[in-house]
């Protein structure tokens, strides 16, 4: 969601390349800001300094891993690594301490009030520069 933001923030039409490029590094700032990165990373990190980390910004590991190699924080050695690690040992499929479902409902919320005021869910996806079928499925799964 964090990077359909971007692209409502920062883009109009059709994303190219770089467009969406820049609404991951968007999504990326937006989850869990550079600065906080360097503050919280500790050096050589095992799993266990990452889980920490982790539960308390609501990220993946490899979402944590990759803010760690963009952040220049791990080499690309260390990065492949870290990769090699999470898909040989399953946790790229599957993550050790697993974080709680979010549930947003102001989003909830706000899709309801539009459907209410007779804005259809073809004119929702796009706004949101999205196939309707994609925007149900990303954004109404929980609404009914």
């Not at 040989?88 to 919320?109: C, D, F, I, Q, V």
């Amino acid at each position: 969601m964090a990077h359909e933001l971007g692209h409502a923030v920062l883009h109009d039409g059709e994303a190219s390349d770089a467009q969406e490029r820049e609404a991951d590094d968007f999504a990326a700032e937006f989850l869990f800001p550079a600065k906080q990165v360097v503050k919280e990373w500790v050096a050589n990190p095992s799993l266990e300094d990452l889980y920490p980390i982790k539960r308390k910004w609501g990220i993946s590991l490899a979402a944590l891993i990759r803010r760690g190699y963009d952040c220049n924080l791990l080499d690309d050695r260390e990065y492949r690594g870290w990769n090699v690690k999470l898909s040989s040992t399953g946790m790229h499929r599957r993550e050790p301490a697993p974080l709680p479902p979010e549930n947003p409902k102001a989003l909830r919320m706000a899709i309801a009030h539009a459907q209410a005021t007779g804005i259809t869910i073809e004119l929702l996806a796009e706004r949101a520069h999205m196939y309707p079928t994609e925007f149900a499925a990303t954004f109404m799964e929980e609404i009914a």
